[in-house]
């Protein structure tokens, strides 16, 4: 058995290091998920708000509502650009005989 100084041999050192990095990464996942849940919800919210015309009252009637305005714009941009995009993907995919049957 090799000497040590009484401190982590270096097998114990690279498990403790792995046990780390793991515990970081499933923090990191389950911040991300939270991030993406309340996304959803947001914008879902500023959806509903906009679709029966109370959006707009946001910058007079909450706080940060101007800023929940620009984040609502920007994000309907990038949400329209990501379906856009998901879009051209799938039609890229098919035959031309599947776009003519589909009247594209």
Known sequence: M???DGGQSEYEE??????REQVQRKQ???TKDRLDKL???LCVL??????????HDLHS???DGTEILGWYEEHKDWDQKR?????KSGLA????????ALGL
């Open 83 to 87: 379906l856009t995009a998901a879009k």
């Open 93 to 100: 995919k098919l035959s031309q005989d599947e776009r003519e």
């Open 46 to 55: 500023c959806a509903y708000l906009d679709k029966i015309g109370e959006l």
């Open 28 to 30: 990191e996942k389950e």
């Open 39 to 41: 996304t959803r919800m």
């Open 2 to 4: 090799p000497c040590t």
């Open 61 to 63: 009637e909450v706080k």
């Open 14 to 19: 690279r498990q403790e290091r792995t046990r």
